[in-house]
């Protein structure tokens, strides 16, 4: 099989892994592992873990990876959706802008979750209306 010229041959569509897709993401959005950590609340050594596909994370905090760096969850997971855009030699992102576009996605994300909770609650209390007690 070739090699794959994109990302100094590293990263391939058709052999990435769960790991190598999380790396490429945080790669693009212009973020350290220790960087994403933090945001994430886990430690750096948590993250490589994911990174390498040692350790795997859980739900929560893949639904907040994929709003902190600006990607499908379907896309972390599987490789089908949408993924990151572009190549980070082709951005130029000031730290400031990027921890901005970060707390952005973070917002975006929490505010997924608390739509879903609303939803959840909504159906609880139609339900509790409709069956007095």
Do not use: C, H
Not at 30 to 36: D, F, R
Not at 99 to 126: F, G, N, P, W
């Amino acid at each position: 099989m070739p090699e794959d010229d994109t990302n100094d041959g590293w990263y391939s569509d058709d052999m990435a892994t769960f790991g190598d897709r999380l790396a490429v993401a945080r790669e693009q959005a212009g973020l350290t592992t220790a960087e994403l950590a933090k945001r994430l609340g886990v430690k750096t050594s948590v993250l490589a873990g994911w990174e390498e596909d040692r350790k795997e994370p859980r739900a929560n905090r893949l639904t907040l990876l994929a709003g902190m760096l600006g990607i499908s969850l379907s896309w972390l997971m599987t490789g089908q959706g949408e993924g990151p855009e572009g190549d980070v030699e082709d951005v130029a992102i000031t730290p400031q802008v990027s921890d901005i576009l970060a707390q952005m996605r973070l917002v975006r994300t929490q505010m997924t979750q608390a739509s879903e909770t609303l939803a959840r609650l909504e159906k609880q209390l139609r339900k509790a209306l409709q069956d007095p007690q």
